[in-house]
């Protein structure tokens, strides 16, 4: 008796069930938007494009004004007659920020107002123009905090020679891409072999060669890090890249035995 009983009422819950057809739309946000973005705004007025899409592969964007639609079902509650349980419908929302530069430290934010519009009557699309409407706002935040890149892949390379009766130059070079009013500065180690603050030595074995770094065409002010030698002015950047010429000389000294002479250098980039 008891499990006739119980069968009868969980089928008489399946007869009540009301389906509701849920709709949302998101607005233009207080940072704006065009064709293809929308913005947040940050210090200066300075703005970051984004997008916020329906799906992770970001695909398709939550276009301003455009309904999407989503059901949800509610249940008639058996302990208090004639009232519904609340059930959920949801949204997936995916931000995505593109690459972009010339950005300046600081936090960016936009304010968007979500507008839902519901009706009894489940379906795929926004074509009814019936039923409630609500609203409510969420933000849009990112912090952008100072970053710099480093490329030192311009070698110095002095050639081939067999004597070294006369000084030899040859330059290099290290570029800069730091975000828009970073400062920072550029410093040059003084080697494997070097000694800090005098001269720097390519060596080949227990041989040397002697050569320094400098940060004018003349060569005439060694480029150093913390002893010794000068370490260029700080400078703020402009949001694009920067190369900064390395002038390298070899002096003329005694010829060592022939062979491959080489040394490394650590080329530090402090920034903030």
């Given at each position: 008796?008891?499990?006739?009983?119980?069968?009868?009422?969980?089928?008489?819950?399946?007869?009540?069930?009301?389906?509701?057809?849920?709709?949302?739309?998101?607005?233009?946000?207080?940072?704006?938007?065009?064709?293809?973005?929308?913005?947040?705004?940050?210090?200066?007025?300075?703005?970051?494009?984004?997008?916020?899409?329906?799906?992770?592969?970001?695909?398709?964007?939550?276009?301003?004004?455009?309904?999407?639609?989503?059901?949800?079902?509610?249940?008639?509650?058996?302990?208090?007659?004639?009232?519904?349980?609340?059930?959920?419908?949801?949204?997936?929302?995916?931000?995505?920020?593109?690459?972009?530069?010339?950005?300046?430290?600081?936090?960016?934010?936009?304010?968007?107002?979500?507008?839902?519009?519901?009706?009894?009557?489940?379906?795929?699309?926004?074509?009814?123009?019936?039923?409630?409407?609500?609203?409510?706002?969420?933000?849009?935040?990112?912090?952008?905090?100072?970053?710099?890149?480093?490329?030192?892949?311009?070698?110095?390379?002095?050639?081939?020679?067999?004597?070294?009766?006369?000084?030899?130059?040859?330059?290099?070079?290290?570029?800069?891409?730091?975000?828009?009013?970073?400062?920072?500065?550029?410093?040059?180690?003084?080697?494997?072999?070097?000694?800090?603050?005098?001269?720097?030595?390519?060596?080949?074995?227990?041989?040397?060669?002697?050569?320094?770094?400098?940060?004018?065409?003349?060569?005439?002010?060694?480029?150093?890090?913390?002893?010794?030698?000068?370490?260029?002015?700080?400078?703020?950047?402009?949001?694009?890249?920067?190369?900064?010429?390395?002038?390298?000389?070899?002096?003329?000294?005694?010829?060592?035995?022939?062979?491959?002479?080489?040394?490394?250098v650590v080329v530090t980039l402090?920034?903030?």
């Amino acid at each position: 008796m008891r499990i006739a009983e119980s069968f009868v009422i969980v089928s008489v819950l399946g007869l009540f069930q009301q389906p509701v057809r849920v709709c949302m739309s998101l607005g233009a946000g207080t940072g704006g938007t065009d064709t293809n973005w929308r913005y947040m705004v940050g210090p200066n007025n300075k703005k970051i494009r984004y997008q916020l899409y329906g799906q992770a592969n970001h695909v398709n964007p939550y276009k301003v004004g455009t309904s999407v639609a989503n059901n949800m079902t509610l249940g008639f509650s058996l302990i208090k007659l004639f009232q519904w349980v609340p059930s959920n419908s949801d949204f997936d929302i995916h931000g995505w920020i593109p690459d972009q530069t010339g950005l300046e430290e600081g936090v960016y934010t936009d304010m968007i107002q979500a507008s839902f519009r519901y009706d009894e009557g489940a379906g795929t699309d926004c074509s009814f123009t019936s039923g409630k409407t609500a609203t409510a706002s969420f933000q849009v935040r990112v912090q952008v905090k100072p970053f710099c890149a480093l490329d030192v892949s311009q070698h110095i390379d002095f050639g081939s020679w067999q004597d070294l009766d006369k000084p030899r130059d040859q330059e290099g070079a290290v570029t800069v891409n730091c975000d828009k009013n970073t400062s920072y500065s550029l410093k040059l180690g003084w080697g494997g072999q070097g000694d800090a603050g005098n001269t720097r030595n390519m060596a080949n074995g227990s041989e040397k060669i002697s050569y320094n770094l400098f940060s004018d065409k003349q060569r005439s002010v060694l480029w150093g890090d913390k002893d010794g030698g000068k370490v260029p002015s700080a400078l703020t950047s402009d949001g694009n890249k920067k190369t900064f010429p390395v002038y390298a000389r070899v002096p003329t000294q005694k010829t060592p035995s022939p062979g491959t002479y080489t040394d490394n250098v650590v080329v530090t980039l402090e920034y903030k």
